[in-house]
C-alpha cells in the first residue's frame, strides 16, 4: 500500500530562518514522482516542487530544496531564508503506478513569527 | 500558466439537493481530479478521469459521481447531498507524461445544512 506520512502538525521559524518540513513515503513501485504543495489560507494548493526517485539529485526551486534520501524513504522541504508569506499549510505528496494518482500526507502548518 | 477554474469558492445547500460542483482548465491536459479535504484527514481522491467519458473511482466514491463530457470540463455530483458532505472540495488537472504535476483549482467550500 502507498503511504505519506507528515509527523509535524504545526511548525513556528523566525523570519529568515530556515527550517525543514519532514516526509516520509512508503511504497514498493520503484517508479514514483514526490511533491510538494503549498495552501496558504485562501485554499489554492500551489505547486513548489518535484523529485522523481530516479534522479541523482535533490531539486531545488528558489528558496525551496527537497532533501531526498531514497533509503530512508524521506523526501524533506527545506525553506531557506524563511518570509512572512510562508506562512501556510504544506503538503507531502507522492505520484505512483500507471493511474497518475496522487496520495497525501495530513499536512504541516507553517508560522513564520517576525 | 496553467489555470484551473471552479465555479463557486462557497456554496450552501439543504440535504437531499442534488449538488453540481465545475471544474475548468484551460491546458488541455488529460488527466482531471476531484479531492475532499478535511482537516486532519488531508487530501482525499473522489474521482478521476483519464479522458473524456472516461472516469475511475478513487478512495471515497460513496455519495459522488463525475461527468465528463469535454476535454476541459469536469462535474462533481452530490446526487443527494448531506450534512457529512460538507467540506472543502479541490479540484486538480495534470498532463498523462513528464512529471505529471497537478494544478490545482481553488477551492468550493461546500456547507450541507
Known amino acids: 500500500a502507498q503511504k505519506i506520512t507528515q509527523t509535524q502538525p504545526g511548525m513556528f521559524v523566525q523570519e529568515k530562518e530556515a527550517v525543514t518540513l519532514d516526509c516520509t513515503y512508503d511504497?514498493?513501485?520503484?517508479?514514483?514522482?514526490l511533491f510538494w504543495y503549498k495552501q496558504p489560507s485562501s485554499g489554492e494548493m500551489i505547486f513548489l516542487i518535484y523529485q522523481g526517485s530516479y534522479d541523482q539529485q535533490n531539486a531545488t526551486e528558489g528558496r525551496y530544496s527537497l532533501n531526498f534520501q531514497k533509503a530512508r524513504k524521506s523526501a524533506n522541504l527545506v525553506i531557506s531564508a524563511s518570509q512572512l508569506g510562508d506562512s501556510a499549510m504544506y503538503f507531502c505528496a507522492m505520484r505512483v503506478g500507471p493511474g497518475n494518482q496522487f496520495y497525501f500526507g495530513t499536512g504541516t502548518s507553517l508560522t513564520v513569527i517576525p | 500558466d496553467v489555470k484551473v477554474t471552479q465555479s463557486s469558492r462557497y456554496l450552501v445547500k439543504r440535504t437531499g439537493e442534488k449538488v453540481f460542483l465545475e471544474c475548468v482548465q484551460d491546458m488541455d491536459h488529460e488527466n482531471m481530479f476531484w479531492y475532499r479535504q478535511d482537516p486532519g484527514l488531508g487530501l482525499r481522491l473522489i474521482y478521476f478521469?483519464?479522458?473524456?467519458?472516461?472516469?475511475e473511482k478513487g478512495d471515497i466514491p460513496e455519495g459522488y459521481s463525475v461527468s465528463r463530457e469535454k476535454k476541459e470540463r469536469f462535474s462533481l455530483i452530490l446526487e443527494s447531498a448531506s450534512t457529512n458532505q460538507t467540506s472543502m472540495y479541490l479540484c486538480?488537472?495534470?498532463?498523462?507524461?513528464?512529471?505529471?504535476?497537478?494544478?490545482f483549482g481553488a477551492g468550493t467550500r461546500l456547507s450541507v445544512l
Open positions: 511504497t514498493s513501485d520503484p517508479s514514483y514522482g
Open positions: 478521469s483519464y479522458d473524456v467519458k472516461m472516469k
Open positions: 486538480a488537472s495534470s498532463r498523462s507524461w513528464m512529471k505529471n504535476i497537478q494544478y
